[in-house]
């Protein structure tokens, strides 16, 4: 089962690719960070049906978010970002004059390290925000994780996500660097790298992910990846028609520098507010080029060696 | 609602998705309000001057719902010459004794009107006589009862009205004149929101109600905790009344509760002046037998006229064939009120060692009440305490490592109490319902057996009851008749020898003199040949099934649903329905059908179980003798009261006033802009002589500034209340690891307070720490020509478990609502200061510094 960076473009299928010719449909999330209410339900279901163990008591002060971001003991995590921007016709009712992260150098609650990429500069008077968004591993069409990993822990499923088997990893770590979204990751203690499943138990049983089936307010929606990308498209277009200009969907595109994820997102700002890259590539996209490149310059070593005989060759006559 | 009840808030995220616009009134900017179209951040405590404005602008504008006011309400009903209310009375409505500190409440009622005073009030006439001498009145007269006014009331006759709505005692004109002064620029001065912010929620509100639309209330419990929290839910109503947005679809008014099943422990109740179904407690003096409580406690009118059927059932439930006529069905076996046993009463008489024993069923007092180290004073008073919890909670361990020992004020060694600790079994290892806001009952069953000795509640009462009846076996003391009496004799099963919850169920539902199961409490008599331990869940098990356990998937019903759970009374899902159509039964709009008269069938119908005499038509007038049900015209919805009418004006059954007023809290920075009265002049304030409840001073009183700013306690979606099932999870712990408090920038550059730094707390009763959270989310308000900041406070730490902090209810003073004696937590003057706290010598002597700064005494906020 190999995935190969290779095959791109928007008709890919990953499943057909990985060796399923007669497979279900491909499966993946739809969060839509727009009705996320930051209840942490995902995150506290993923580890209990997962059996994640527990990371550490650590008031971060990056609002509510004391997670901090995925890790090999975090599969889901709900970022809040509190923001000086209005959203949509929203009246947030506060009032704060001035430039309060001036005056309390102390620290707003984005801290003012990152105040220039979480735009909390001073806005009109009254704008705030608060965005809250489930992260989860995107489950790329082109898996770097997948491509680098030489043990085949890190596998293809018929849904085609990505699973990591806990039984073969022998905690290389080469999948780690790979990730171009910085999700995999090796548990301490333990050395084999750990990330989402997207609950390939659950919906081997006709189940959905945890994750999903505890979402409150269907912030993350989970089903057969082209209906969750329509759906996702009309949201956008009710957003925008509602004045929140800055709905986007991100991960959603077949075209993009991973082939599309199989778990997207609809955000209400840049993916650098939220901390996630803004045009992720997968890092084995080069590799075929790299090693015909390689080839290539051992090719004209090789000719200019039989070259050189030759001329030898010439030479001595 | 998204913070404390994320599940129940995807039903407003669905509302939202479908058009509705959603308002947020709120101190602070929470996960409710990132979703809110409109957040209004408003002073802690100043609500009764927020709603009271919307009143003002709906009368003031007829914005109100005309029809339905003046066919439903009592807006016509007049009012007795003698009353007067705050605005003519310095603050104060007719009938105040001073002395006493409560009012006589008869200037309230309707003109004309029999008066029948409630037997709360009627109980006056025999002073408490165990409960000591309580500094604000009759003990009696603090037992309230407000709940079981709430649901009945006390009779009006048939009083004079105006349909008119012109005559200037009319209640719908003494309305407007007691509201006139809540203006725009009023609410702005006392709540500190802008009049055009005001004037906004006003006209959301006003647009979405009247005949084509409706909108609901959405109110958590920090409603209610405060010296005035029943009239904040009394103003709600009124707007929601006048608004028409009660009985119909889509509006209401909402309570959510801090537990899965606190409706259900109101319904069966856990509170000392309630039977099961609200029927009241009887008083020790004032009713001697079955008939003159019935006389005292029922109505003329409406469906309380028939609370001997409820009663004598209950009594046959409870003492089944030993309850005969001849011994008046055991009424005397009934404990009866010397006085207000609440809670924090209960701990007051702790400290006076009257109360001796304490049961803790999931309580954990030491964090989760008011005034802290009052609770663990009452418990080390003790002779004995049962903690029955899933963990060592702070309540169970105070003894050996409370702040107390700490600071040497206790010593292990001298502390007499005995403490049992009793591990509890959870929710998913026994049988037995939850009854959510809607009044609907869900059946759970049993997933695993409990662990080790943990046990169910239902187990634990079984059995003690069975040890207890088996000591006093063999007794001739009559005083041990009423255990010896009582039914005990569920079957058991499993391993555990659990007993069987639908059983109990069964007992709740009633039966009919051969055991059939009843299916509704119009079945029930008052000739002892019914059973019924809960007259309003009649029906639960109707058929001998478990309604409560049905699960019809909503795709397979109509929108109502009644057919998932069950929901009392008589599983209607909308409380007096019949108001969702016009007073000739026709539905007031097509979109917002609910129940109407079909002329044809001579019956109501509709998609709802109309709650209402099903085959009484809408132009019925009774005869002038008629009782009870019979007694109310087919155009009078309010079927439990006893004119039929919602009661825009309350004329009996709350001891603070027919209208709600705006008081300030307790402990205020701000004086009352409304009227000359500071606050409740009949909130119950229970002083501790020694130090450890003292007030603050309050308004213009001098040392006001040593506490200048405003403190609120509230919930976090990651924890629940004071922290037993929550605290010792990792999974929740890692999500809110620690104690914080948030404050804004601006509170944070004044005070000096870094983020993530620690800060410190302090009242007049105690100082607490914790990490600093600055964030625009708490935003300085404007009242009154200064900028108030506020404190935000979660309340779910304490110092046992995995995730551990301050308890934030060390705050808080004993400083309760008059009708149901409820802790005010939600609004509180304070100081913050950077720094951790000194050690809890140091944290003691801290306090004392505070005191002495603002000249607080014993007698300090105690006057009225």
Not at chain 2, 26 to 37: G, I, M
Not at chain 2, 98 to 126: C, I, M, N, P
Not at chain 2, 155 to 166: E, V
Not at chain 2, 655 to 670: C, I, K, R, T
């Amino acid at each position: 089962m190999t995935d190969t960076a290779s095959s791109t473009g928007s008709g890919h299928d990953p499943a057909a690719a990985s060796g399923y010719p007669d497979h279900p449909p491909r499966m993946g999330f739809f969060t839509d960070t727009s009705v996320c209410i930051g209840c942490k339900a995902c995150e506290v279901a993923c580890k209990e049906w997962n059996l994640i163990p527990e990371d550490g008591l650590d008031l971060t002060g990056m609002s509510y978010d004391n997670t901090g971001g995925l890790s090999a003991d975090t599969w889901r995590h709900v970022a809040f970002i509190e923001q000086r921007k209005p959203i949509g016709v929203q009246d947030p009712g506060l009032q704060h004059t001035g430039d309060v992260l001036a005056m309390a150098e102390q620290g707003a609650a984005t801290p003012p390290a990152d105040a220039a990429m979480n735009p909390t500069t001073p806005g009109q008077a009254g704008e705030f925000r608060w965005l809250m968004s489930s992260d989860v591993c995107k489950h790329c069409t082109h898996a770097a994780c997948l491509d680098v990993c030489p043990t085949g822990s890190l596998f293809r499923t018929e849904f085609g996500t990505v699973v990591v088997q806990e039984d073969i990893c022998n905690g290389c770590g080469y999948c780690i660097p790979a990730c171009p979204y910085g999700v995999i990751d090796r548990r301490e203690g333990d050395g084999r790298a750990w990330k989402c499943t997207l609950c390939y138990d659950r919906i081997g049983a006709g189940g959905e992910p945890a994750c999903a089936k505890a979402c409150p307010t269907e912030s993350i929606q989970f089903g057969p990846l082209d209906q969750l990308r329509e759906r996702a498209r009309q949201r956008v277009e009710q957003l925008h028609g509602e004045g929140v200009a800055d709905a986007r969907l991100y991960g959603a595109d077949p075209d993009d520098g991973v082939g599309g994820d199989g778990a997207f997102f609809l955000l209400l700002d840049e993916p650098e507010v939220y901390g996630l890259p803004p045009d992720p590539v997968v890092t084995t996209r080069d590799l075929p080029s790299m090693w015909r490149h390689v080839a290539a310059a051992a090719g004209t070593l090789v000719g200019m060696a039989a070259a050189a005989f030759t001329a030898a060759a010439f030479g001595k006559r | 609602m998204a913070e404390c009840h994320p599940v129940g808030f995807q039903w407003v995220m669905e509302a939202k998705a479908r058009g509705a616009t959603v308002i947020h009134v709120d101190p602070r900017f929470t996960r409710t309000s990132a979703l809110a179209d409109l957040h209004v951040p408003l002073r802690a405590g100043t609500d009764i001057a927020f709603l009271g404005g919307i009143v003002n602008y709906v009368l003031a504008n007829e914005k109100y719902f005309h029809d339905y006011v003046v066919h439903y309400t009592n807006a016509a009903s007049i009012v007795t010459e003698d009353y007067a209310g705050p605005a003519d009375m310095d603050g104060f409505f007719s009938g105040f004794d001073a002395e006493k500190r409560h009012y006589d409440f008869h200037t309230w009622q309707y003109e004309g009107a029999e008066v029948q005073a409630a037997s709360g009030e009627r109980d006056l006439e025999y002073p408490d006589r165990a409960g000591g001498d309580p500094p604000s009145g009759s003990g009696v007269r603090q037992a309230g009862r407000g709940e079981a006014h709430g649901s009945g009331g006390a009779s009006s006759g048939q009083a004079r009205t105006d349909p008119t709505l012109r005559h200037q005692r009319t209640v719908f004109q003494i309305l407007k004149r007691h509201f006139a002064d809540y203006t725009p620029e009023m609410v702005e001065q006392v709540c500190g929101v802008p009049p055009e912010k005001f004037l906004r929620v006003c006209e959301y509100l006003t647009e979405n109600s009247g005949r084509e639309r409706t909108s609901a209330f959405v109110y958590s419990v920090g409603w209610t905790q405060h010296t005035v929290g029943v009239q904040y839910i009394r103003t709600a109503s009124i707007l929601q009344t006048l608004l028409g947005n009660i009985g119909r679809p889509g509006g209401g008014i909402l309570a959510l509760r801090g537990h899965a099943s606190i409706q259900g422990s109101t319904d069966i109740p856990t509170l000392f002046n309630l039977l099961p179904g609200y029927i009241p407690m009887p008083h020790a003096h004032a009713n001697q037998d079955r008939a003159a409580f019935l006389a005292a406690e029922g109505t003329d009118k409406g469906y309380w006229a028939n609370m001997g059927a409820y009663l004598t059932s209950l009594l046959k439930a409870w003492w089944g064939p030993a309850a005969t006529p001849e011994n008046d069905f055991c009424f005397d076996y009934l404990p009866r009120l010397t006085g207000s046993h609440s809670t924090y009463e209960t701990v007051m008489a702790q400290t006076r060692r009257e109360c001796v024993g304490y049961f803790l069923y999931g309580e954990n007092p030491a964090v989760g009440s008011a005034n802290a180290k009052l609770q663990r004073l009452g418990m080390a008073a003790l002779d004995w305490l049962v903690v029955r919890d899933f963990s060592l909670i702070e309540s169970a361990t105070w003894w050996k490592d409370g702040p107390e020992i700490e600071s040497g004020e206790l010593s292990t060694r001298e502390i007499a109490t005995e403490v049992f600790f009793l591990p509890a079994a959870a929710h998913t290892e026994k049988d037995g319902s939850f009854t959510n806001t809607q009044r609907m009952l869900q059946w759970h069953h049993a997933a695993v057996e409990p662990e080790g000795d943990a046990r169910s509640d239902l187990w634990f009462t079984y059995y003690l009851g069975k040890r207890i009846r088996e000591k006093l076996t063999g007794s001739t003391d009559d005083r041990d008749r009423p255990l010896l009496d009582l039914t005990w004799d569920y079957p058991v099963h499993g391993p555990l020898d659990e007993p069987d919850a639908d059983a109990v169920l069964a007992e709740i539902n009633g039966a009919d003199a051969q055991g059939n199961p009843l299916s509704s409490y119009e079945q029930l008599t008052d000739d002892g040949s019914t059973t019924c331990g809960c007259w309003i869940y009649c029906g639960v098990r109707a058929g001998g099934a478990n309604q409560a356990a049905r699960r019809e998937p909503g795709d397979r019903q109509n929108w109502v649903a009644n057919q998932w759970g069950w929901a009392w009374p008589a599983n209607r899902r909308i409380l007096y329905n019949r108001a969702s159509a016009d007073p000739d039964g026709r539905p007031w709009s097509a979109r917002k059908a609910l129940v109407w008269w079909d002329s044809d069938e001579q019956r109501w119908t509709g998609h709802d179980v109309a709650d209402f005499a099903a085959t009484k038509p809408p132009d019925y007038q009774p005869p002038s003798d008629a009782h009870g049900p019979a007694a109310l015209a087919g155009t009078e919805p309010f079927v439990m009261q006893d004119d039929g009418k919602a009661w825009l004006f309350a004329p009996a059954g709350l001891v603070d006033g027919p209208l709600p007023a705006h008081y300030e809290p307790q402990d205020s920075p701000f004086e009352n802009r409304l009227y000359p009265q500071q606050r409740n002049p009949v909130r119950q304030v229970l002083p501790f002589k020694g130090k450890h409840n003292r007030m603050q001073p309050s308004g213009a009183q001098p040392g006001t500034e040593v506490f200048p700013y405003v403190a609120t306690t509230y919930r976090l979606t990651e924890h629940h209340t004071a922290g037993g099932m929550s605290r010792w999870q990792p999974y929740l712990a890692e999500l809110q690891p620690e104690m914080f408090c948030e404050i804004s920038p601006e509170l944070a550059a004044q005070r000096g307070l870094t983020h993530l730094g620690w800060a410190t707390i302090v009242t007049a009763r105690a100082a607490i720490e914790a990490r600093v959270l600055v964030t625009e989310r708490m935003s300085p308000i404007a009242v009154q020509g200064r900028t108030l900041h506020q404190v935000g406070l979660p309340y779910h730490w304490g110092h046992n478990g995995y995730s551990t902090g301050d308890a934030a209810n060390e705050l808080a003073a004993l400083s309760l609502d008059p009708n149901v004696h409820i802790q005010e937590v939600k609004a509180f003057a304070c100081d913050i200061r950077p720094g951790r706290r000194p050690d809890a010598a140091g944290t003691a002597e801290l306090v004392r510094e505070y005191q002495r700064r603002a000249g607080i005494t014993d007698e300090t906020g105690t006057e009225i």
